[in-house]
């Protein structure tokens, strides 16, 4: 009588830590009982790992993944609002004592927010060479946060405020955000594009809000309570939210998702896969937990990161200037008042929201350079003959309008530069992102490098914008003649 084959083995009697990929028994060894010929059996100890891999929530949806993105908006907008509003506090200090006489009050918001885009890199590359303390980044970061805008709470000079409220504000709400960068790729992947786009438009919506809080606070406690206020009210929002920061897959597997795309891609193997696909011969490559390791950077002088890098710089030069002098310009050309205009940052802001969703549906869709060139041809466009040649407030609400959908959505268009440097870096494949077979170009490293060369496109910006309207008489048909000049002049660099 024909006996069971001894080479059926029970899957549940497989560890769940035991990785490797599905084989082929020997035909040879295997024989009908009655017949002798060989029967095609497999025995796969790839179904454990499968099952393991299976109780993972899915990407590009689900509770767990639009949580995730839920507490990425609103630490985006808590920790790049503040800095984006420092206009008010600008404001605040140079007509208040004790620092009413003092100069370099610019200098505080520069550091902030140049300090949160320029150490980038540097804070990306740890959490990727020591991934286990990346999830405690969003607590260790809210701390110092919260301890720098205390401390600039007893400032009496402007280099106090620099020191506190510019520099240790600015590592601290680097450190902070770091998490929602480095845990996106994994909770979405067809949908990447759109959950960025949601994720940044959380500093515009901060823009809506947080100027006219923070004037409220300014003109009725002064700027010691107000920073103590926003010390408590950021740590009580935050601290809750970093439960949700929290990768897709817990850090300190065998395999890091790169090397599970190069060994699928290389061998013929098979990598977990997720149940949030309904094809399930998608493979997986987020399922696989990170691995400490160094990153390359040597996409950062290849020709496609290097012509991107450029055009990020050259929007970064002239994306803040509006911020900067627009509520001036409806001041003392137009001759606005009051609310008119905080007005024109309002609505500016408000337009940014929606121009970063957008951009961000288009980015899963279109080719990356048309979306840059959509964003680059609105600006330029609405910024020659909206504020060029405008005259009157309602035109000047139409330029804040659309200069906020267009260029408030360029950096919506990052995720399309990320995949491309990623695929392009030195003529590896689409799949594998690999160059020529070395290290794989990490997306998360060339959104670091874009966010530096927004960060000197921001600090730059400064001396420039003083440059050009030095000599610029802020009244009537002169001053529209000379921006448009000055825009020409940029348009030119644009092309």
Not at 1 to 9: P, R
Not at 80 to 100: A, E, K, L, R, V
Not at 235 to 255: E, I, M, Q
Not at 358 to 375: E, H, N, P, Q, Y
Request: proline share 7%; with cysteine.
């Amino acid at each position: 009588m024909a006996s069971q084959s001894t080479f059926d083995i029970p899957l549940d009697s497989l560890p769940p830590s035991y990785r490797t990929t599905e084989r082929n028994a020997d035909f040879d060894s295997i024989r009908r009982p009655a017949t002798g010929t060989p029967e095609p059996q497999y025995t796969s100890i790839q179904e454990p790992v499968r099952h393991e891999f299976s109780q993972l929530p899915p990407v590009d949806g689900g509770k767990d993944a639009w949580l995730f993105l839920a507490a990425c908006f609103v630490v985006e907008a808590l920790v790049w609002g503040f800095p984006y509003s420092f206009g008010i506090f600008q404001d605040h200090y140079s007509t208040h004592p004790p620092f009413s006489s003092s100069s370099n009050l610019a200098v505080i918001g520069t550091c902030a927010m140049g300090i949160m885009y320029i150490d980038t890199p540097l804070i990306m590359s740890f959490f990727r060479r020591f991934p286990r303390f990346a999830r405690w980044a969003p607590i260790v970061g809210l701390l110092v946060m919260c301890f720098a805008l205390a401390m600039s709470s007893f400032s009496t000079t402007v280099t106090h405020l620099i020191v506190t409220q510019g520099i240790l504000y600015g590592i601290g709400g680097s450190i902070a955000y770091s998490p929602c960068i480095l845990y996106l790729d994994e909770w979405f992947v067809k949908k990447k594009g759109l959950a960025y786009g949601i994720m940044w438009s959380g500093t515009g919506l901060a823009g809506v809000v947080l100027p006219p809080l923070l004037e409220h606070l300014l003109s009725k406690h002064g700027y010691q309570t107000t920073l103590r206020i926003w010390a408590v009210a950021v740590f009580v929002l935050t601290a809750p939210l970093a439960w949700f920061l929290k990768p897709r897959v817990s850090v300190g597997g065998k395999f890091a998702a790169s090397e599970a795309v190069s060994n699928s891609s290389t061998s013929g193997t098979t990598t977990p896969t997720s149940n949030n696909n309904n094809n399930n011969n998608n493979t997986d490559v987020h399922a696989a937990p990170p691995t400490p390791y160094t990153p390359s950077f040597s996409f950062v002088l290849t020709r496609p990161f290097l012509f991107y890098q450029l055009f990020n710089i050259v929007e970064a030069l002239g994306f803040f200037l509006p911020g900067i002098y627009l509520p001036s310009y409806a001041r003392s050309v137009l001759q606005a008042q009051g609310f008119l205009t905080s007005l024109t940052l309002l609505l500016l802001n408000v337009a940014s929201v929606f121009g970063c969703v957008a951009m961000g549906w288009f980015i899963d869709r279109l080719d990356v350079t048309t979306c840059i060139m959509l964003s680059t041809a609105g600006t330029v466009l609405g910024t020659f003959f909206l504020w060029g040649f405008g005259t009157n407030l309602a035109v000047l609400y139409v330029f804040c309008v659309v200069y906020g959908f267009f260029a408030g959505s360029f950096t919506s268009a990052w995720p399309g530069i990320m995949k491309e440097v990623a695929k392009l870096g030195h003529g590896g494949s689409a799949e594998t992102g690999t160059e020529h077979g070395s290290k794989p170009v990490d997306p998360t490293m060339v959104f670091a490098f874009l966010a530096l060369g927004r960060g000197v496109g921001n600090v730059v910006s400064g001396p420039l914008s003083e440059t050009l309207v030095k000599e610029l008489p802020w009244r009537g048909k002169l001053f529209v003649e000379e921006v448009g000049v000055v825009v020409k002049s940029w348009v030119e660099c644009l092309w």
